[in-house]
């Protein structure tokens, strides 16, 4: 890994630059800092976005993450890097959770796993099928979005809170570019030398021991979700290898899956590579979401 996570956000800027010429914004209903927990005195949460005709009653939560930095947005600036899918009757859900370097992995993937149970718990209210939700992310978002495909439970029957029981399984998943093998990367609770991976990262300095329990490629089994995905062939940060190594294992475990490579392309797409990122993204879960692959 040799890039920071600017330029990460300088393709999501693009991304949202690109699809604000498309429509106005009038035919959304956004419900905006909808709180799913609470941590050292702050809240946790996420924006609904949601056609105001036809929804399809399938929702895509998408992990906000670069780096394990989750930052806010106005949903109002946000709202058109989702248009693809609203246009299509998805509703859209940005989800937050606590960043790094306050949090690390373990607290993370722990925050993510908790907004999808918060959803799956009141997601009839939304007018959202529990039984329809995909999880989409790009990079440490990819690789949180793998984490709640590949390594979902039944929740936890004793919780104090209601919707802490419910599962956190999801039904479809799409990750771009993302890291599925922490093992290598995770040196323990020692400070990282100036200028080390860990450096840049700090989410990823948490106990060596653990790294296993994180990394989505010790988590493939014949029962996961149907996975799509997407990676640059000239990715320097977050090497191809690792979409290739995880669809390799999908396809053994005769999980539904593809994998699309993208020419040329670094960590990040812009232009013609993230249109077809796009349209690939929302075929996925046209087909993996809805009923016969239509509205239901």
Known sequence: MRKGISSILFVLILAVSHAA???????????PDVVYGHKDGMALTFDIFKPKTDPNGAAVIFIVSGGWVSRYTPPEEALPYYRELLDKGFTVISLRHGGSPKYLIPEIVADVRRGVRFIRYNAKGWGIDPNRLGVWGWSAGGHLSLMIGLASDNGD????EAFMKESDRVQAVVA?????????????LNPPATGTVLDRYPALNFEKEKAA??????????????????????DDLVPIT???????????????TDF??????????????????TAATVSWFEQTLLKNGSKP
């Open 213 to 234: 329990d994180y990394s989505p490629i010790v988590f493939v089994t014949p029962d996961d979700p149907p996975t799509l995905l997407i990676h640059g062939d000239k």
């Open 260 to 277: 699309i490579t993208i020419p040329g392309a670094g960590h990040g797409f812009r232009g013609e590579d993230l249109k077809r990122a």
């Open 242 to 256: 690792n979409s290739r190594i995880i669809f390799d294992a999908l396809k053994k475990n005769n999980v539904k």
């Open 21 to 31: 010429q498309v429509k106005p914004a009038s035919n959304i209903d956004v419900i």
């Open 176 to 188: 771009y570019f993302p890291p599925v093998d922490l093992r290598p990367l995770v040196r323990g």
């Open 157 to 160: 029957a004793a919780a104090k």
